[in-house]
């Protein structure tokens, strides 16, 4: 049971209907009611802003989707996000991801069978997360292979979903359908 109750229709107010309206008119179409824009709703002003940034983020960023995706999957497992584990995971495979890759992370481990690519971008976000920066060797891994924007993408996308994670954990959003929890606990 999620710590904060659902928003109906009448309970909304004019600022939390423009926000959806904004949200729904762009590449999401309609607002998941068990997603974290629902929650951040209750801060309209925000969830307008920081949908914005994650629209671009997951439709524009400069890195291809595969590695997106796998981004967020970094950042789901980092944060036991489970929501967003179960949102980003069939999206991930769509886009690419290896399964193996997908199970070795969602375990808890360094995927085994990465590509070169991910190899660098798993660097990136798990140094990031671990030691809060990254050594010169993985900023060029990725700057190198993929330029600046890139980097700036790359980072702003896991802080992004870190944020999102937060979100889900601390309103303690369930699973839809019974879905049960897809992350291990990490030891």
Known sequence: MSRFKPLTESDLTEAQRQAVKELESGPRGKLNPHGPNALLLRSPDLMARTQQVGAYLRYASALPRRLNEFVILITARTWGAQLEWVEHH?????????????????QGKRPRAMQDDEAAVYQFCTELHETHGVTDASFAAVAERFGDRAVIDLIALTGYYSMLGMVLNVAQQPLPGGVAPPLPALK
């Not at 069939?90 to 969602?106: F, I, N, Q, S």
């Open 90 to 106: 069939r999206l991930a495979l769509e886009a690419g991801l290896a399964p193996a890759v997908a199970e070795d992370l969602r």
